[in-house]
């Protein structure tokens, strides 16, 4: 069964910095395109950072200078390094695997973790 489980959330200051973890079971992340979504309460699902299997990345505006998406091959396991929290980043963050492609932002993603919470404080 495919597995992909979160871990590395909590509640931080405005400012404040945190770092996602996400470890995939029985599929290879690094065939895939991986991404970090995440959903406030009352608002859509937004994706926030796209990592190509070359190892190109993307990100939304709202997050862009602040956000890095990695890799660990080896580990397979993809991270989220979260620096200058805001307010509005707060939500429910959750990886997803999708299928090989040069354009990860636009596929769909088939696989996705259980989320974890990132709350911060003004």
């Known amino acids: 069964q495919i597995q992909l489980v979160e871990s590395g959330g909590g509640s931080v200051q405005a400012g404040g910095s945190l770092r996602l973890s996400c470890t995939a079971s029985?599929?290879?992340?690094?065939?895939?395109?991986m991404a970090w979504f995440r959903q406030a309460p009352g608002k859509g699902r937004e994706g926030v950072a796209f990592?190509?299997?070359?190892?190109?990345?993307d990100y939304a505006d709202s997050v862009k200078g602040r956000f890095t998406i990695s890799k660990d091959n080896a580990k397979n396991t993809l991270y989220l390094q979260m620096n200058s929290l805001k307010s509005e980043d707060t939500a429910m963050y959750y990886c997803?695997?999708?299928?090989?492609?040069?354009?990860?932002?636009?596929?769909?993603?088939?696989?996705w973790g259980q989320g974890t919470q990132v709350t911060v404080s003004s």
């Open positions: 990592i190509r299997p070359t190892g190109s990345t």
């Open positions: 029985r599929i290879t992340i690094g065939n895939l395109c």
């Open positions: 997803a695997a999708g299928p090989w492609s040069s354009n990860c932002v636009s596929v769909e993603y088939a696989y």
